[in-house]
């Protein structure tokens, strides 16, 4: 099966709470005879009222994304709004119990739903700060993303402890020692079910053993804590009725960003948990926790990045050749690969193109898993996953974010999590998180327009994306702060905090000398120089990218007013944001706390002396308002290496496709076909006035 452009949406993805409008009466009664039928005893049905299924929710969130941080700024991740329509009993000291699940809790006591905070953010129960140096290594690295896993693999074990005797089996203080002494990697997983694999293995054995010694010895303890509630083999009933008789436990996992890529890792090492489970109680044909059956229902996924260790920042330089982002517990052949028999759903980013992102696709050398779905939807990491607030960057004038982009992949996943059993209930949450759910109709109505002027709408996703990239960049030579209709007089621009306008800006400053460079290129090259696009190949060579835009830079059109609507009001900037290299403040609290220093050591100080005059006007001016003042940003990506980016050269900037893991480290689906459709010249006559795009 191949990838998929985001189709155009209907007028009832605004009516998310009102389930018959949503659904609509066929779906919905799909819905409730297919799989609400199986969430509670049947009551008056001999031999069926004392029957139950469990099951259990699985939401982890992306980089610097925490629900209860969110609260304030009003940037939950579409991972924290779908936790808040999942029913059910949480993990206690998590979150608030504000956030626990209301509506007639006494009917949910057989469902869990388990919430991870996102790396570089507080959690506390893995020991993760989410300050400092902690929340340096998080942001960079990944760092503390392997004890999420362990620790979310311990609470579907102490989910079915809970359920039947209401305490969970594994203490917060075992917890504690048991995500630092574990190690995830493809051989300790292979080592679960096969302990012989340590023999092929070249690692350090002794150690990724110790997954399988762990958890086998809390599934024998699980084992004997609720043996009278499990069903004798030969009367097929339990000692002990009450509760009731669990008849299966259905498991649903969720992710944004690295969140995902815990999510994808987590769906294989609980399957393997599930199966040490199994040989426990002697029973290898299937999955089981407790020695109950588990079926896993549906993996949702919004664009995964791993960058996990060192990642594939630093382009073909020499060490970029050798670092990919899949480190340890985040390996594709295994970690990452999607389960057979998974229904499956990957939305990912069409725009976003920096370096520190690449996505990793859900299929294998662009096959995609039977029962699997992955998208390409319009917008940069954020606008899929979330965690921009309302009026950042400009973007999205109403207070509670309902014309912002992101609710449009938040409301698709919601469909077809529901439509694949996943038991959320959002028409009966909490009214705040209904509120989380809202979309104005002037976006979808946005979005199509938009969409309606795609060409590649299916094939391989490298395909689909080409498209996509060239649609920002004819943008954004459009949006040139030199141009006649810069970025600088837009709406959105306009209304965008000083802040933002600052990095918005210096992005469009960067943009000029990246154009400028591109130039230098292209002159090079002499007039005989004829571009032609590249052959699909590993490389990350800007070069390659350079002479595959080359081949269209002259006859780019300006693009139709549905283009332009589209990114001007709805798609975020995310590299004019991102700060990569250390001490440059990716958020107006701490660039004010940092203007602040600045001006407390001025004159004279060895600090004050290191600025530059742009940052000593930028002082100057804090001194006098105590607000930040108009200023030149830095820290972002780096195209050319220079001493404020510590010598790092990545050639990152706006001129770049993003780049695309397929199943292996070494298949970049991204990599560039010849004679692809998707990057020819599309017959698309100006409509907006005169080009003023700049040419090579």
């Known amino acids: 099966m191949s990838a998929l452009l985001a189709p155009q949406l209907g007028p009832e993805l605004s009516a ?21 039928l199986r969430e509670h005893p049947i009551l008056g049905a001999p031999g069926k009222s004392c029957e139950t299924n469990l099951f259990f929710g699985f939401f982890f969130d992306g980089t610097k994304n925490n629900y209860i941080q969110a609260d304030t700024a009003r940037n939950h991740s579409n ?3 779908l936790y808040d329509c999942y029913p059910g009993l949480s993990v206690p000291g998590v979150l608030p119990k504000s956030t626990d699940w209301q509506h007639k809790p006494e009917k949910y006591t057989h469902f869990f739903k388990v919430y991870v905070p996102g790396v570089a953010s507080p959690f506390s129960q893995v020991g993760d700060t989410g300050d400092g140096a902690q929340l340096t290594a998080g942001s960079a690295s990944g760092a503390f993303g392997e004890r999420r896993i362990i620790w979310a693999l311990i609470q579907a074990i102490n989910n079915v402890h809970r359920y039947f005797l209401r305490t969970p089996l594994v203490t917060p203080e075992e917890t504690d020692l048991l995500v630092r002494r574990i190690v995830l990697n493809k051989f300790a997983r292979a080592m679960m079910t096969n302990p012989g694999a340590a023999y092929n293995a070249t690692a350090n054995n002794q150690v990724n053993m110790r997954a399988r010694q762990a958890f086998r ?22 000692l002990k009725v009450d509760p009731a008789i669990v008849k299966t436990i259905y498991v649903s996992t969720f992710g944004f960003s690295r969140g995902a890529t815990e999510s994808r890792a987590f769906v294989n090492w609980l399957q393997s948990l599930c199966r040490l489970d199994a040989e426990v109680h002697g029973n290898n044909a299937q999955m089981s926790l407790g020695g109950f059956n588990v079926e896993f229902d549906f993996l949702g996924v919004f664009d995964t990045v791993a960058s996990v260790g060192a990642g594939n920042t630093l382009g073909n330089t020499f060490a970029g050749k050798f670092l990919d982002g899949h480190g340890a517990w985040a390996d594709t052949e295994d970690s990452l690969r999607i389960p057979p028999g998974l229904k499956c759903l990957h939305l990912v980013a069409a725009h976003d193109l920096r370096r520190s992102f690449p996505v990793d696709s859900i299929s294998v050398g662009g096959n995609l898993p ?97 498209e996509q990239a060239r649609k920002q960049i004819e943008w954004r030579l459009m949006r040139r702060i030199t141009s006649q209709t810069p970025l600088q007089k837009t709406s959105s621009f306009l209304r965008a905090s000083t802040f933002d306008q600052n990095d918005l800006l210096s992005a469009g400053q960067e943009f000029e000398q990246e154009i400028e460079a591109f130039k230098v290129w292209r002159r090079e090259k002499g007039a005989a120089f004829r571009p032609a696009q590249q052959k699909a190949g590993f490389d990350n060579e800007h070069l390659a990218e350079w002479e595959e835009i080359a081949t269209w830079w002259q006859e780019a059109p300006r693009p139709v007013e549905a283009v332009v609507t589209f990114f001007d009001h709805y798609v975020h900037d995310s590299r004019a944001a991102f700060k990569l290299i250390p001490g440059n403040p990716d958020n107006a609290k701490d660039m004010q706390k940092m203007l602040a220093e600045w001006v407390k050591e001025r004159k004279g100080s060895r600090l004050w002396e290191g600025l530059d005059e742009n940052e000593k006007r930028a002082a100057d001016a804090y001194a006098k308002t105590g607000k930040i003042p108009p200023m030149r940003t830095s820290g972002r990506e780096p195209f050319d290496s220079s001493w404020k980016s510590y010598g790092i050269s990545g050639k990152a900037g706006y001129l770049r496709f993003r780049k695309i893991y397929g199943g292996e480290d070494s298949v970049l689906l991204s990599s560039l076909s010849a004679d692809d459709p998707a990057l020819r010249p599309p017959s698309v006559t100006a409509q907006n006035g005169e080009n003023d795009q700049a040419t090579a």
């Open 16 to 36: 998310a709470t009102e389930v018959e409008k949503f659904f609509g009466t066929e779906v919905l009664n799909k819905i409730r005879k297919k799989f609400e």
């Open 79 to 81: 991972v924290a709004r």
């Open 217 to 238: 010895n809390i599934l024998l303890r699980l084992k004997t804590a609720i043996a009278q509630h499990r069903p004798d083999p030969k009367t097929r009933k339990p």
């Open 370 to 466: 039977a029962g699997c779905e992955e998208i390409v939807v319009p917008g940069v990491h954020s606008d899929i996953g979330c965690g921009y607030s309302p009026g950042e960057q400009g973007k999205g004038i109403h207070p509670n974010g309902d014309d912002m982009l992101s609710r449009i992949p938040l409301l698709m996943m919601y469909k077809a999590a529901r439509i694949n059993g996943v038991p959320l209930k959002l028409e009966t949450a909490n009214p705040t998180a209904k509120l989380r759910f809202g979309l104005k109709p002037a976006t979808i109505q946005a979005f199509n327009a938009y969409i309606e002027t795609c060409k590649e709408i299916q094939g391989p996703i490298h395909r689909i994306m080409r």
